[in-house]
């Protein structure tokens, strides 16, 4: 017998009988009365998602648990499903799943769309009493708790349950109790699992209960409370990330944080004063560094909050005059003059005898006062910290369970969430160190150092909670890599001093990159959190959500992606390149995956970061808080190589129409056939307001050799010199040294189809073929380096003496040129293009090629041009062997130069003097100028400036800021490379940025 029901539709009850067993439906759910007498009440919440409750009283409470806190969310679209009636059971069938229960045992089992087997229980599950029928009536079961178990297979791989110490990613093998005290150190327990086979599972309670992962038993998962109800959420279908979609339609969207949240926070010592947090604030301004929120501890207040009194400011350390306390003058006022937002720190509730009490119903009233002010955010803080907290042990009595209070940091985030959007039509910056299922939804969450730090953000990822970020490790840079690379970015003084300007220089310039380079992406982090907000899928995403079938990757722990484009190694140096191909953001090298390489940082960076092809990354300009800035001119940055995708989102920022609809979407998508890379820009579709009605894209396409030609929509737009100061419209420029093309593309809101951009790529006939020869091509190694990269590696190897150095790069670079080559003219211009670097470098030395080749005819015989691309090539090597010849020659002195020039070329981003590289080398000063002279051709000072000028030319082209190009040339004033750049150039450093 079967029935169907579709949810909303009339009440209709009916019960079935079945070898004695009774059954009853009504239009939301079916309960089934076992043998062994136990009620299962099943309601589909949707298509894929079933509400499982089980007592021995047949007395469901309504709401449920996570129904009452407003966790779950009631769906708005009706269900349609059907029971089906069999011998030994009952099935519960949706469109997309079915649940059948064994009506002797109350076993489920969970079946997905195509009836596959997803999970079971292995054996009849135990519940207690849940509620008795009437107020104050007493149950006739005693109350002994629940305890069920789900049998695992062989492969399956259990994720989620919230961030606890100590514990990998994946839980298999794992104890995890849910609760806060009494266990290992835990910031967010979440009782929800995912499995690699495509079912997930959230447990419906707010009490304490343990999650045992085929640890006591390989082959299962246990999971067992000490008190009520055995209830639970059962979904189905899907990887990881659409499990994750379908817990987030079942509890609601998470929290969209402002804008600025995604940028830098920094939290003040607890002993400091208004004038000692107005000092922090400006350190960030004066030295360039980029920061919005700025935060205080609980110490702010004149006497500890206790939610049932109204508190002030603490009138020594934070002293507001009453007849003036508000307006530009206040501290407050200063902060929001320096584009800063404050943050106050709050104590969650808790007694003394550890038991967290019920809030009063009007006490975000005492926090009005402070939101009028211009507070825009609060910190919610535990008075014993997490560490603590997890060594007080639990009572054996019942009441432990009730004291836990697993979700009071849910319901005060809530109340502020509710009640600053009431008072002001904004979001607030809510953040706290505990959590429950649920949080998600009105607040972040954050902890303090503690090893392996990113676990934390990837575990809460897997659990629903997409917005989680580690207090920053200042002091490495390793630390600081992984700080910046979070969902959102957090430096926290607390009882120490953690300001950036307290590094040493190093790693200051360190942080400063970092920093620019987070609030560069920030258009680029926002979309991925609207993704978040929407679908669960979090910003920082572990290995598995993204590369479930790559049996390799679903082991990493100590990488992850951060939104679709970056892959991030933490505090590792040994990285996993996935299939397809991937740029080292650092140097620009290509590399082929599947591999796994062993990765050498750069000085400049703090740990491995790679950029998937395919990828399109939108970029702000420089900015030191945001909002600085109007967003109407974005750089858009496109790797070649795949296919790819993106959505840019945008809104105000700040309030919550986009929850009303008050927002763009603009999508963006590329693709590669090897001959011409084609990127779509699709119109902006919605609106927001103060949205600019303009808007200009820079478009920079890396690793690429010089294109043939570049069209939009069609029509070819003309080649410019980089140099030229003014950008013509309808033009393209390309960056021979640095492998990228750029160009501006206009952009209007009123615009109703895509812009189609077109690079065709140089892909004549092979030269080679030409002269009838054939020479041998280097194989690859798994990795693409453009033309200008390989010329610069041939520099290196002539002017050090490596002759393997130079003549590899020399052989990989006559490859590239040769396949963009289409005649002999091209081979002829190749050929002329590499003796001028052989003529410059030769001039370095103080000599002519001529005078380098001596008395040898046949070599002298090489310098003049070939139709053959054998020839051509063969005398190129020959000339670079001489000059390395002669060099070599020169004997001790050369080598001495060659040393100075090491260490010039290896430090180029320090400050650079005579006398230091001198001492550094047992030389007198006066001897090694003299030499470096006789045999580069410049005075010690004009090389180095050279070198300088050279590579801030080129940082400045291929997109960096001012600022960065001053530090990597090893320039600390700004003010004074600008003055020493426009000496060298003609030009200062913005207008050779903004050259074509």
């Not at 607890?270 to 004066?286: G, I, N, S, V």
Request: aromatic share 10%; charged share 25%.
């Amino acid at each position: 017998m079967s029935r169907k029901l579709q949810a909303g539709s009339a009440s209709v009850f009916f019960r079935h009988s079945r070898g004695g067993i009774p059954v009853s439906s009504s239009r939301a759910s079916v309960v089934v009365l076992t043998s062994s007498g136990l009620h299962v009440r099943i309601e589909p919440m949707a298509p894929h998602t079933f509400h499982v409750r089980m007592n021995r009283t047949g007395c469901f409470e309504e709401p449920s648990p996570l129904a009452r806190l407003g966790v779950v969310v009631p769906s708005l679209a009706p269900v349609c499903w059907e029971t089906k009636m069999r011998e030994e059971e009952m099935g519960v069938s949706t469109d997309s799943a079915s649940l059948r229960v064994d009506r002797s045992s109350g076993e489920l089992s969970l079946y997905g769309e195509a009836g596959t087997l997803l999970t079971r229980q292995n054996r009849p599950p135990r519940a207690g009493c849940g509620t008795p029928a009437s107020p104050g009536a007493a149950a006739s079961v005693s109350d002994d708790g629940f305890e069920t178990q789900f049998a695992l297979a062989a492969e399956e791989r259990i994720y989620g349950l919230g961030d606890q110490h100590g514990t990998p990613l994946m839980k298999r093998g794992c104890k995890i109790a849910i609760c806060f005290r009494g266990g290992n150190e835990v910031h967010a327990p979440v009782p929800l699992l995912l499995s690699s086979e495509g079912w997930g599972l959230l447990m419906d309670t707010d009490r304490r209960h343990e999650f045992d992962v085929g640890c006591s038993s390989p082959d299962v998962v246990r999971i067992r409370g000490r008190r009520g109800e055995l209830a639970f959420y059962l979904f189905a279908g899907g990887g990881l990330a659409g499990l994750l979609q379908k817990y987030m339609e079942l509890t609601g969207p998470t929290a969209l944080l402002p804008v600025w949240a995604y940028g830098l926070s920094f939290n003040c010592n607890q002993q400091t004063t208004a004038r000692d947090m107005l000092e922090d604030a400006l350190k960030f301004r004066r030295e360039g560094i980029p920061c919005d929120m700025i935060g205080l501890e609980p110490t702010w207040m004149d006497r500890q909050f206790d939610y049932d009194a109204p508190v002030d400011w603490h009138p020594d350390r934070f002293y507001i005059p009453q007849w003036l306390p508000k307006g530009a003058h206040t501290f407050m006022g200063a902060l929001r003059t320096a584009g800063f937002k404050l943050t106050l720190g709050l104590y969650l509730r808790d007694d003394e005898a550890g038991q967290q009490r019920n809030l009063p119903e009007d006490w975000y009233d005492y926090l009005k006062p402070f939101v009028a002010q211009g507070v825009l955010g609060f910190n919610l803080c535990t008075k014993i910290p997490v560490r603590e907290m997890a060594n007080i042990p639990v009572p054996a009595d019942d009441s432990s369970d009730d004291a836990e209070s697993l979700p009071h940091s849910t319901v005060v985030g809530r109340s502020i969430r509710e009640g600053f959007a009431a008072q002001t039509g904004r979001r607030p910056m809510i953040y706290t160190p505990i959590g429950y299922t649920g949080i998600q939804k009105y607040a972040a969450v954050w902890s303090g150092g503690r090893s392996d730090a990113h676990l934390s953000v990837l575990g809460l990822g897997l659990s629903g909670i997409p917005h989680m970020a580690v207090d920053m490790e200042l002091h490495t840079a390793a630390g600081i890599h992984c700080g910046f690379f979070q969902p959102w970015s957090k430096v926290n003084s607390w009882a120490y001093w953690r300001h950036p300007l307290l590094l040493d220089p190093e790693l200051l310039r360190t942080f400063k990159s970092y920093a620019r380079l987070r609030y560069r992406l920030l258009p680029y982090i926002y979309s991925a959190a609207h993704v978040a907000a929407r679908t669960g899928l979090p910003i920082a995403r572990a290995m598995p959500l993204v590369f479930p079938d790559d049996p390799h990757a679903v082991t990493l722990q100590n990488q992850y992606m951060f939104g679709d484009a970056f892959l991030v190694a933490a505090f590792t140096d040994r990285v996993y390149l996935p299939a397809g191909e991937w740029y080292d953001y650092w140097t620009g090298e290509k590399f082929a995956g599947p591999a796994e390489i062993s990765y050498r940082v750069p000085k400049h960076a703090g740990g491995p970061l790679f950029v998937r092809s395919g990828a399109i990354v939108p970029m702000w300009p420089d900015m030191e808080y945001v909002g600085l800035q109007p967003a109407d001119r974005l750089e858009l940055h496109l790797y070649p190589g795949g296919a790819g995708e993106f959505a840019l989102y945008e809104d105000d920022g700040i309030t919550f129409g986009y929850l009303r609809g008050e927002l763009t979407v603009s999508s963006i998508a590329c693709r590669d056939d090897r001959r011409v890379f084609g990127v779509e820009l699709g119109a902006r579709v919605g609106r927001y307001p103060g949205m600019p009605d303009r808007r200009t894209w820079d478009v920079v396409v890396h690793a690429l050799d010089k294109p043939a030609a570049v069209k939009v929509d069609g029509q070819a737009w003309r080649e410019t010199n980089g140099s030229r100061k003014e950008r013509p419209p309808a033009s393209w420029s390309y960056h021979k040294k640095t492998g990228t093309l750029r160009m501006l593309v206009p952009d209007v809101v009123e615009r109703p189809a895509s812009l189609r951009l077109e690079i065709v790529r140089s892909g004549g006939r092979d030269v080679r073929r030409m002269s009838g020869r054939q020479r041998s091509q280097p194989k690859p190694n798994g990795s693409r380096r453009t033309a200008g990269e390989l010329e610069k590696d041939i520099e290196v190897g002539l002017d050090t003496g490596s002759t393997a150095k130079a003549l590899s790069a020399l052989e990989r670079w006559w490859s590239v040129r040769m396949a963009e080559a289409g005649s002999v003219v091209d081979v002829r211009e190749h050929w002329l293009a590499m003796n001028g670097l052989f003529v410059r470098t030769a001039e370095r030395k103080g000599r002519t090629l001529h005078e380098i080749a001596g008395g040898d005819p046949l070599l002298r015989s090489r310098f003049q041009p070939t139709d053959s691309a054998e020839d051509a090539f063969n005398s190129l090597v020959q000339i670079a062997a001489r000059i390395i010849e002669y060099g070599k020659r020169q004997g001790d002195t050369y080598g001495i130069v060659r040393q100075a020039t090491d260490i010039i070329k290896s430090e180029i981003d320090r400050e650079l003097s005579l006398h230091a590289i001198a001492d550094r080398l047992h030389l007198n000063s006066s001897y090694l100028s003299r030499k470096f002279k006789q045999e580069i051709g410049l005075s010690f000072s004009d090389y180095v400036l050279e070198k300088k000028m050279g590579l801030a030319k080129e940082l400045l082209q291929a997109g960096s800021t001012v600022v960065t190009a001053a530090e990597r040339t090893g320039f600390k004033d700004a003010s004074y490379f600008n003055r020493v750049f426009r000496k060298y150039w003609g030009v200062t450093p913005g207008g050779m940025r903004s050259l074509e």
